[in-house]
């Protein structure tokens, strides 16, 4: 099989104008980024104001291997299948960090024949977003800086500053840095360091936002510093807010790029799974449900991390009611829940499958609890074996969900035919009821007592003396109202990557709380949690080239 670039480039793409007018836009609402990407204008949502929205169909995975398990490739394989059905649809992705690109993990532009196009367009600059994001954070922290050397009228202490700096890149040795070196003239020293910029809360702003005048507000509640008394400090007392603004007037309006079969697709913001929520823009999603009769999107990680935000946080301030989700499992997956290494994992068994089977069964539980129908997808690879796909059917069977097989990697669109025909026959006969897991107003204790205890299995939470002396401060800044935006390892549905399955009897470990006022969430911290990524001895980026005619080539 040909690379995923080679295949990308093989393609033949039609001009961006035309899958805009498949999906009823004019020239007039768009904005060109070349022949092939284009960015839509908000005031779209005006005019389609009274048209119903289509099936908000969510994409998740249950406990992945370190490679993933395929989410976005199943979201942009069953869009596609859609198209070949003929219905009118649209895949509403994320957009790819440079820092993974170069890195170990690689892009997130799908594989195979279930891409977005033109890939290293999406996987590098795209129109510019993750960059004016990096501008306007680091434009924050360098009024912040500025404003302490400049007299400190606001009174802000330098050892209780929130606001790093940002990179959209993988480099480790900018975590933890000393700045300000060398004399008043050059600052004031004090330590802090660089998180890579989806990890920003900029960027889970911007994907937050309703329109302009929601992401005006939402800045200027971003809560940077506290004085020496305690006194919250927030952005909007700098000043500052119409420059950040004026950074992000182009990065909210969502871009339009297409399928390698001619699927429109809106990739939009990328917030990080973990420290944030994790799944696409809100505007490019309700943009897509007015647009289209079947929305396919997804979030980050399993159901326990992606999900979970997207039902609590992303479709609670949007007032999104998802029709169904797609639980994307694989035959490796479930073997290296059954105790088998990686490197063993492509090799047939049965019984290592079927004993790994409680991960995926934590995961249908869980999307239950949202009162949603979900559906399996089993994303087939080249070595799984007819007795091994039967056994997770039969499984799936007993858990009386729904589940197929998912080829669209090899075949594209064709090969998820069945998986959004057994999807569009789910929500058909089991409607959705959507409800989010926990009530706002509990305290704060309360809604990460009952995330632990319902998506996690915890059978307790303990907390560190710093997450209580942390809960106590946001109770007193007001803050306690707000949804709980769990920061916890992907591997495992406990907070140890090394417990496979179906962990029980664990207490779950809460080490810090941050508020992210602005974009409207609190981050409960459980575990070591990286911001920045490292590179790998081999990085990506180190097979990566440009050829003489502008052909790139080794991206992925």
Same mark, same amino acid.
Request: charged share 25%; proline share 6%; aromatic share 4%.
């Given at each position: 099989?040909?690379s995923?670039?080679e295949?990308?480039?093989s393609?033949i /793409?039609?001009?961006?104008s035309?899958?805009?007018e498949?999906? =009823? ?6 904005d060109?980024? =070349?022949?092939t ?14 048209r119903?929205d289509g099936k908000?169909i969510l994409?998740t ?5 370190p490679?993933g398990e ?23 992705l994320r957009?790819?960090?440079l ?5 170990i993990?690689g ?7 279930a891409q977005v ?5 999406? %996987?590098l600059?795209?129109? =510019?977003?993750?960059?004016?994001v990096?501008?306007?954070h680091?434009?924050l922290a360098?009024i ?5 050397v400049k007299d400190?009228?606001?009174d802000i202490?330098p ?12 480099d480790?040795q900018?975590r %933890? ?23 920003s ?7 937050l936002?309703?329109?302009l005048?929601?992401?005006r507000?939402?800045?200027? %509640?971003?809560?940077?510093a506290?004085?020496?008394q305690l ?6 007392e ?7 603004m004026? /950074?992000?007037?182009?990065a ?5 790029v297409?399928?390698?079969?001619g $699927?429109?697709a809106?990739i939009?913001?990328g917030?990080?799974?973990n ?8 505007i490019?999603t ?10 396919i999107t997804?979030?980050g990680f399993?159901?326990?991390l992606g ?15 998802p ?6 499992s ?7 829940h059954?105790g088998i290494s990686?490197?063993e994992?492509?090799k047939?068994?049965v019984?290592a499958?079927m004993?790994g089977?409680?991960n995926?069964? $934590?995961?249908?539980? %869980?999307?239950r609890?949202f009162h949603v129908?979900?559906?399996?997808a089993?994303?087939?690879?080249p070595?799984? $074996?007819?007795?091994e ?6 499984f799936c069977?007993?858990l009386d $969900?729904?589940?197929e097989?998912?080829?669209?990697c090899?075949k594209g ?8 025909e057994?999807?569009?026959g ?5 409607p959705s009821?959507?409800k989010?897991l926990y009530?706002c107003?509990?305290p704060?204790h ?6 632990a ?11 560190s003396p710093?997450a ?6 946001i ?5 306690s ?7 916890k390892?992907q591997?495992s549905?406990s907070?140890?990557?090394q417990?496979?399955?179906a962990?029980s009897?664990?207490s779950?470990?809460?080490?810090d ?7 409207g969430f609190?981050?409960?911290?459980t ?5 920045m990524?490292?590179?790998?001895k081999?990085?990506?980026a180190l097979?990566i080239?440009?050829l ?9």
């Amino acid at each position: 099989m040909l690379s995923d670039i080679e295949i990308a480039q093989s393609v033949i /793409l039609r001009p961006i104008s035309e899958i805009a007018e498949t999906l =009823g836009l004019t020239d007039d609402d768009i904005d060109l980024y =070349g022949k092939t990407k284009a960015k839509i204008h908000l005031d779209v949502m005006d005019r389609l104001a009274d048209r119903p929205d289509g099936k908000l169909i969510l994409v998740t995975a249950m406990t992945p291997t370190p490679a993933g398990e395929g989410k976005t490739v199943t979201s942009i394989g069953l869009a596609e299948a859609f198209g070949v059905l003929g219905k009118k649809h649209v895949v509403c992705l994320r957009e790819p960090s440079l820092g993974p690109t170069f890195g170990i993990k690689g892009g997130a532009a799908g594989g195979g024949y279930a891409q977005v196009v033109p890939m290293d367009e999406i %996987n590098l600059h795209f129109t =510019g977003d993750i960059h004016a994001v990096s501008t306007a954070h680091n434009l924050l922290a360098a009024i912040l800086d500025n404003h302490i050397v400049k007299d400190n009228e606001l009174d802000i202490d330098p050892g209780r500053i929130y606001w790093p700096r940002v990179v959209d890149l993988a480099d480790r040795q900018l975590r %933890n840095i000393v700045i300000g070196l060398g004399g008043r003239v050059n600052g004031f020293p004090r330590e802090t360091g660089f998180v890579i910029t989806v990890a920003s809360e900029i960027m889970a702003i911007l994907a937050l936002a309703k329109d302009l005048d929601d992401l005006r507000e939402r800045l200027s %509640n971003i809560l940077i510093a506290h004085t020496p008394q305690l006194k919250p400090v927030y952005a909007h007392e700098l000043g500052v807010i119409g420059s950040l603004m004026v /950074l992000l007037k182009e990065a909210i309006k969502p871009n339009l790029v297409q399928t390698i079969e001619g $699927t429109p697709a809106l990739i939009h913001c990328g917030p990080f799974a973990n420290i944030a929520h994790g799944c696409n823009s809100l505007i490019a999603t309700k943009m897509g449900l007015k647009l289209a009769d079947y929305c396919i999107t997804e979030a980050g990680f399993g159901s326990d991390l992606g999900a979970e935000k997207f039902m609590d946080i992303k479709c609670r301030v949007g007032g999104l009611k998802p029709s169904a989700v797609v639980i994307v499992s694989s035959i490796r997956a479930l073997k290296m829940h059954g105790g088998i290494s990686l490197h063993e994992i492509s090799k047939p068994n049965v019984k290592a499958m079927m004993k790994g089977c409680c991960n995926l069964r $934590t995961h249908v539980e %869980n999307i239950r609890k949202f009162h949603v129908p979900p559906i399996v997808a089993i994303n087939r690879f080249p070595h799984d $074996t007819d007795e091994e796909i039967s056994a997770l059917k039969e499984f799936c069977n007993e858990l009386d $969900t729904p589940a197929e097989i998912s080829e669209v990697c090899a075949k594209g669109g064709k090969g998820g035919v069945a998986l959004a025909e057994r999807v569009m026959g789910t929500m058909e006969k089991h409607p959705s009821d959507f409800k989010p897991l926990y009530d706002c107003d509990k305290p704060i204790h309360e809604k990460i007592e009952t995330i632990a205890a319902e998506i996690y299995r915890a059978d307790d939470v303990i907390y560190s003396p710093k997450a209580v002396r942390k809960m106590k401060r946001i109770d007193l800044d007001g803050l306690s109202s707000l949804p709980i935006c769990m920061a916890k390892t992907q591997a495992s549905l406990s907070d140890n990557p090394q417990m496979l399955g179906a962990p029980s009897a664990w207490s779950l470990h809460v080490e810090d709380l941050e508020p992210r006022a602005g974009a409207g969430f609190i981050v409960v911290i459980t575990g070591d949690i990286l911001l920045m990524p490292g590179l790998p001895k081999v990085p990506a980026a180190l097979k990566i080239d440009l050829l003489d005619d502008g052909k790139i080539v080794g991206l992925f």
